[in-house]
């Protein structure tokens, strides 16, 4: 499960990581922006169909990357107990980029990959209402370590 603000690098960890471990790669962007494009007003619904397909993979033996803000304690609970229910081990990484003014040219420079989707601006990023973990999980700071690095530090905590 890869958690952290928009613009820190979670989706470019999260498709290397995949294509690595050969898992099923569930981005929330995806799926919310699907659900907007049907004519749906989205809350927690991306969450919901999101842990359903995660769930349904993992208990056929996928190992399943998550992309995600995830960012209250109920979704985090949420991604362990379908981890729980799938008898398999669950790995909370939470991306970070501490250089601020990195952290924002990357959420200016975005283009988006999902046609007609919307990026959230950078006031929209500071905003946000994403609250502190109060769980343990792998710290990965993007501002400090390459693409290949971070892949490589989720790797190693995965193996370990």
Known sequence: ML???PGVGKTTLARRLAAAL?????RIDSIEHALRSAG?????EGYLVAYAIAEDNLRIGRTV?????????????????????????AISVEVVCTDVDEHRRRVESRISD????????WADVIERDYRPWDSNRLVVDTALLSVQQSVQKIL?????
């Not at 050969?22 to 569930?26: G, L, Q, R, T, W």
């Not at 749906?40 to 927690?44: F, G, L, P, T």
Request: charged letters at 20%; proline letters at 6%; aromatic letters at 4%.
């Open 3 to 5: 958690s952290g603000l």
């Open 22 to 26: 050969e898992a099923v790669h569930i």
């Open 40 to 44: 749906s007003r989205v809350d927690s």
């Open 65 to 89: 990357v998550a992309d995600c803000v995830n960012p209250w304690p109920a979704t985090r609970s949420e991604w362990s107990a379908v981890a729980e229910r799938a008898v398999v081990r």
């Open 114 to 121: 999902i046609a007609g989707h919307h990026l959230p601006t």
């Open 156 to 160: 190693s905590a995965i193996s370990a």
